[in-house]
């Protein structure tokens, strides 16, 4: 399943940003530390490095992702030419506000004082926490803040109390998301509209992806005694477990994939990364795709009430 989103007023920002990164001094760009590379905009990449800019990446949503990946990809992004990285969330969100400002200006140490500003431009893929950092950093609300992709629409220009001028732009994604695995992990996280996929087939991928790489907290989570079967094995025994049936003893499906979606978007579910660099550089692992058919059979006598 290819998952694409790109929404009209998309487009308009993306030629905002365009004719914006020519006059700024530093691109921060924050990424999802759940799925840095899968965040990150490779359409962005290409106009900052036309036009010779350095980055700052920040990993938000630190204290959700593997404290052990977040060190890895923080380092990774270290080694990037013209790029420096923080970690945003793990911490106090003022305290790391704070630093974005010095990672700046020691990206661009020409810009000194209010005389000559430091001027930047911010961006990130939908509901990565950027309207959330713009008011840390403005220590008051400036951007509305919500749980659904898509929310800002039109760029902005604010100025910090330090001097520095930031250019806020609406949550941006590309025209062509080319890994179909990067496609899924950003529905998994929330960031893309939920008209472009079908929630069962991004709760199979999600469930596939914990058996692999989280099968204790899966279980743990689930009180599942082990995970026995394939995916859809373990996803009708998550259904099950919820309480999530069907007059007649079918799972129900929409309400085993809202379940799972909101226990990994929470944090309930742990400290979750659903990539690591290595992930990039080698093909990617084959994920089994079953096309979405409904009907997940009976269930079975270990139901426990439904979560409220």
């Not at 013209?82 to 793990?90: D, H, I, M, P, R």
């Not at 373990?234 to 799972?260: C, Y």
Request: charged share 25%; aromatic share 6%.
């Amino acid at each position: 399943m290819a998952i694409q989103w790109f929404p009209g007023h998309m487009n308009s920002a993306r030629k905002a940003v365009e004719e914006t990164i020519a006059k700024v001094d530093v691109v921060i760009e924050i990424v999802d530390a759940r799925l840095p590379l899968s965040s990150s905009n490779p359409m962005l990449e290409t106009l900052r490095l036309h036009r010779q800019r350095p980055a700052l990446k920040i990993l938000n949503k630190a204290d959700l992702a593997d404290p052990a990946m977040n060190k890895v990809w923080l380092e990774w992004f270290k080694q990037q030419p013209g790029t420096a990285c923080l970690l945003l969330g793990e911490d106090n969100k003022q305290l790391g506000a704070k630093k974005i400002s010095q990672l700046c200006r020691q990206l661009a140490p020409h810009r000194t004082g209010f005389e000559k500003p430091m001027r930047a431009l911010i961006v990130g893929i939908p509901n990565v926490g950027k309207s959330t950092l713009m008011n840390v950093l403005m220590n008051r609300k400036i951007a509305q803040v919500a749980d659904t992709p898509g929310v800002t629409k039109r760029q902005q220009r604010v100025e910090l109390a330090d001097g520095m001028i930031l250019y806020d732009t609406p949550g941006l994604l590309w025209p062509r998301i080319e890994r179909e695995e990067s496609g899924l992990r950003l529905a998994l996280a929330g960031s893309v509209g939920r008209n472009a996929f079908h929630e069962t087939e991004v709760a199979w991928f999600g469930v596939q992806t914990f058996m692999q790489r989280y099968p204790e907290q899966l279980k743990a989570r689930f009180k599942l005694p082990d995970l026995e079967g394939t995916f859809e094995d373990v996803f009708a025994r998550i259904g099950r477990k919820r309480g999530a049936i069907l007059p007649g003893g079918v799972i129900d499906e929409q309400k085993t994939s809202e379940i799972i979606l909101t226990e990994f978007r929470s944090g309930a579910l742990g400290r979750i990364t659903l990539e690591t660099p290595e992930d990039f550089v080698a093909p990617p692992e084959p994920i089994r795709q079953t096309d979405y058919t409904g009907g997940m059979g009976p269930a079975a006598d270990d139901a426990e009430p439904a979560a409220q």
